[in-house]
């Protein structure tokens, strides 16, 4: 069984065009973004990684008020993957506004801000201070986060108050808004419904599930803040059955994220029906994966006659409808 | 800071389960500063995710040489050992910020507790190299863990403790401090952070009276009222007595993560960032315990 479609023709490459819409006037050079909290602000890397050619920047999850974060330690490694607990380290909304915007500013590439909260009010806050402030390119709402006590991941687990919390933030911005899903919701296609209908533009998914690890030597658990989230290539299948099932329930575009380490994961994230992708832990072991990804990608696409990534995406989807199902493939525990 | 192959020159099991790993690496060597590290690159990112921090045990810029010292703990280092000369490795570096010599400084005590002796090891290079004397106290369990002197320039005064008394100083190498800190002008340290708390409790409030600050002003004069040093400034690191190199688990290595934060005075550390290095007198000792 190949894993690539085979060349469409023998005819000379085409000029590819990678770009992609995300809704709301955010339009991507590329769909290769990097993921919320393995990045930084963008600054960090310096000259190592050109961060102007990325497709976008998800920037470390901001919230109202600054907050310190979880104890150390705060990651481990583990088969095929990592936990962290960082614990929405973050100098405040504010604190972001002032020291990272006006370099934003005066960047090519869109700068997302991952918003996190305790509560609807929070998010809101957040969003409204964020509104209309240059630099910032777009909203990626962080109903996920496993390693904040209160609300945090809640949101994400219930179609209820993702929807409600959603909606709150879409009266409150015209920025444009992606919702990040948990893959510990019991159905994810009720999430992702009930977040397309508040006013979503886009879903990105996933976040990191959460886990745990033991420190032999001690006899207790290794990170300071006990759980940590779980990502890297571990998570990588969990985050595909993720996007395959929401991309049958919803019209808005989905970004894939989970273990994407080069083009066979992003391709088959296009594959299970996401218009653009997420790198994240795999920038730890090396951080220039993005940028190779993007040439990869745009030789593979050129190599097989491909004019945009949007030909591929959603190929392994059951059946090809004009209205998404509204059951779609289940996936069964 | 760059992304660069380094070609494994040399590699050695100098002692049960710790290597020493020669590398050309010519930019590396030539913009280390005492203290820094690197970030190592393990071999297969769908097995390992995460690279290995380690400091620059030794850098030589006329050779274009960097040495690495690390003791066998996992696969990341597993690997590392099974490395053959001739074969690269991706590191990125030099990162962090290293240790502040002040210029006035002329006895260096350095104490290293095990691997610890990677963090400080470059210390006695630069203080050979600088025509100041140097102390280098080492601790380790037993005898088989002890660092070989031949591996330290010939100037350095070595003493060794290990825990079980089967080599130098029975006892741990802390206790050896007491009998020196009136001569040293400034101390470094790396170790467990037992050793480190150990030691920072014994330099706590004697930086005043200690080292540098007794040494005067440039012009000769006592630099009485000096003016505050920024919280984690170079001059705070510098101010201190003791100076401690620090290890946390590690994500980035650049500071984006925020993964290897420790707690400090003034709030979370970045490790990889604010550190390795830090003023002994700017970490909160009991958080880490």
Redesign the interface.
């Known amino acids: 069984m190949s894993r690539t479609a085979p060349p469409r023709s023998m005819a000379a490459e085409v000029a590819v065009d990678l770009s992609v819409d995300l809704g709301r006037g955010l339009v991507l050079r590329n769909p290769v973004m990097v993921a919320s909290g393995t990045f930084g602000y963008g600054v960090e890397y310096g000259d190592v990684v050109d961060v102007q050619r990325l497709g976008a920047i998800c920037c470390k999850g901001t919230t109202l008020r600054p907050r310190i974060g979880n104890p150390p330690p705060r990651v481990t490694e583990t088969p095929a993957g990592m936990l962290n607990s960082i614990g929405l380290q973050n100098p405040g909304v504010d604190g972001v506004l002032d020291k990272y915007a006006p370099r934003w500013a005066g960047w090519q590439v869109p700068v997302i801000v991952n918003v996190a909260g305790e509560s609807v009010a929070d998010y809101v806050e957040v969003v409204r201070r964020l509104d209309g402030q240059p630099g910032v390119a777009g909203i990626e709402l962080n109903i996920s986060c496993p390693n904040v006590g209160k609300g945090g991941l809640q949101f994400a687990l219930d179609p209820d108050a993702a929807a409600e919390v959603t909606a709150a933030v879409r009266a409150a911005t015209d920025l444009p808004l992606i919702v990040k899903l948990s893959p510990a919701a019991s159905d994810v296609r009720a999430v992702a419904r009930a977040i397309e209908r508040a006013g979503a533009d886009a879903i990105s998914a996933t976040n990191t599930l959460s886990g745990m690890a033991i420190d032999q030597h001690r006899r207790r658990p290794l990170l300071g803040a006990t759980y940590g989230g779980l990502s890297g290539p571990a998570l990588k299948p969990i985050a595909l059955r993720v996007v395959y099932e929401v991309a049958q329930v919803v019209e808005i575009p989905i970004v894939g994220i989970g273990g994407i380490g080069g083009l066979t994961d992003a391709l088959d994230f296009f594959y299970a029906g996401a218009a653009a992708v997420q790198v994240g832990t795999a920038v730890f072991a090396d951080p220039v994966v993005p940028l190779r990804l993007i040439d990869e990608l745009e030789a593979w696409l050129a190599e097989r006659g491909y004019g945009t990534p949007r030909e591929i995406v959603g190929a392994a989807l059951p059946a090809r409808r004009d209205r998404p199902s509204v059951k779609g493939v289940e996936y069964r525990p | 800071?760059?992304?660069l192959e380094a070609e494994l020159l040399e590699t050695r099991q100098f002692l049960p389960g710790q290597w020493l790993h020669t590398y050309a690496a010519p930019w590396l060597a030539t913009k280390a500063r005492v203290g820094q590290f690197v970030h190592l690159?393990?071999p297969d990112?769908?097995?390992?995710?995460?690279?290995r921090p380690f400091s620059l045990n030794t850098f030589d810029r006329s050779s274009g040489q960097v040495t690495i010292h690390f003791r066998v703990t996992g696969k990341?280092t597993e690997w590392l050992a099974r490395m053959r000369p001739g074969e690269r490795t991706?590191m990125?570096g030099p990162l962090g910020r290293g240790f502040e010599l002040d210029p006035r400084s002329r006895h260096l005590l350095l104490v290293a507790g095990g691997l610890g002796m990677a963090g400080v090891r470059a210390l006695a290079d630069e203080a050979v190299a600088t025509q100041r004397r140097v102390l280098l106290l080492f601790g380790a369990r037993d005898a088989s863990e002890v660092y070989p002197s031949t591996l330290l320039p010939p100037e350095v005064e070595y003493e060794v403790a290990t825990d079980d008394g089967s080599f130098g100083f029975p006892g741990r190498v802390t206790e050896l401090v007491p009998r020196h800190e009136a001569w040293a002008d400034q101390c470094f340290a790396c170790g467990p952070v037992a050793m480190l708390a150990a030691l920072a409790g014994v330099a706590r409030g004697r930086s005043d009276r200690m080292g540098v600050a007794r040494l005067g002003g440039r012009d000769g004069r006592r630099s009485a009222g000096p003016r505050p040093a920024p919280a984690g400034s170079p001059l705070a690191r510098r101010r201190s007595w003791l100076q401690v190199s620090m290890e946390?688990?590690?994500?980035?290595a650049?500071?984006?993560?925020?993964?290897?934060?420790?707690?400090g005075t003034h709030?979370?550390q970045r490790v990889c960032?604010e550190g390795p290095v830090f003023a002994a007198d700017e970490i909160e000792w009991e958080?880490l315990a």
């Open positions: 800071m760059k992304l690159r393990t990112y769908s097995g390992l995710v995460l690279r990341g991706e990125l946390q688990n590690m994500g980035c650049v500071g984006a993560c925020l993964g290897c934060v420790i707690i709030g979370p960032r958080q």
